[in-house]
């Protein structure tokens, strides 16, 4: 299938229905469903959505792309973030299965919003997949975004990394990823560590500063030193800087005195079931 091509949403169900069976080996109810023109999934006792929070570029404030979140919408514990079904997989195969219906849901929630094709999707990607799944990493998911009509350019695939994993095999799969075309997000950075050497040898294209560092009120202008200082460093590195949990103005003056490129946050926009429209580019005097 070339990319880009748009196959009915309800033979995309049922193709990757089929192919989740398969792949386990099971016989059993269905795991994507069709709802009010939405895709869900169904894991265990849980029945799981999609919403989009927009990312802005922050010289035009302009939304570039989305990040896609879990919401809970049956089931499941309410107290705890929708993440935690995670908890439920049995072992490390059925939580790598878990991860990709995930990102299967995102993908087929993302290609309802057709006029938002000009943007990005924004994944996050389970640790503990990092740790099991040994090479080809990327491989499997690629022939789900094709289905889709999707390309891994796409899309950008978002890892957190607490310092502690062991190095060699995370670049490896981190540059496995890239050789196929995803862009790579370090999320939550300066949470754990801040270590710039390890920064630089993962060499993500987007470092997502840990909401711990826009500070709050009578601590912004520790915020905006810190901000200034490490986004520098992130750039000469050769990678974006993404600034998260914009939640008020202040914080949002911090951020662009910074220099932060991109910007994501309740102030920003909060996840919702569709994406927020993605400005359209001027027709030329000759094409009109």
């Known amino acids: 299938m070339h990319p880009e091509t748009l196959v009915p949403l309800t033979e995309l169900v049922h193709y990757f229905n089929k192919r989740s069976r398969l792949s386990r080996g099971e016989v059993g109810e269905d795991s994507f469903a069709l709802a009010d023109g ?17 990312v802005v570029a922050s010289a035009s404030g302009q939304v570039i792309g989305h990040e896609a979140h ?9 107290d705890l973030p929708p993440s935690a079904v995670f908890l439920g997989a049995r072992d490390d195969e059925e939580l790598v299965h878990l991860d990709r219906l995930v990102r299967t849901l ?34 499997v998911f690629e022939s789900i975004l094709e289905r889709c009509g999707l390309t891994p350019e796409r899309i950008v695939l978002e890892v957190s990394d607490d310092g502690f994993e062991n190095l060699p095999r995370l670049i490896r799969a981190l540059a496995a990823y890239r050789e196929r075309g995803y862009r790579i997000a370090i999320d939550n950075f300066g949470r754990h560590t801040a270590d710039l050497e390890r920064l630089e040898a993962l060499a993500p294209d987007i470092v997502k500063l840990d909401r711990s560092l826009i500070g709050h009120a009578g601590h912004l202008s520790l915020a905006k030193r810190v901000l200034t200082e ?58 009109a």
């Open 70 to 78: 879990l919401s809970l919408l049956e089931g499941g514990d309410p």
């Open 38 to 54: 939405r895709v869900q999934l169904r894991f265990g006792s849980c029945v799981l959505g999609t919403l989009f929070q927009p």
């Open 230 to 287: 490490l986004g520098a460093e992130v750039r000469r590195l050769g990678a974006l800087v993404a600034c998260q949990c914009i939640e008020n103005p202040l914080q949002l003056q911090v951020a662009r005195d910074a220099g932060v490129d991109w910007l994501q946050g309740y102030l920003v926009g909060r996840p919702a079931p569709a994406c927020l429209p993605l400005p359209r580019p001027l027709r030329s005097r000759e094409a």
């Open 106 to 139: 995102h993908a087929l929630n993302f290609l309802q919003e057709r006029e938002q094709h000009g943007g990005f999707l924004s994944l996050n990607v389970h640790p503990q997949l990092l740790r099991t799944v040994r090479e080809h990493h990327g491989q």
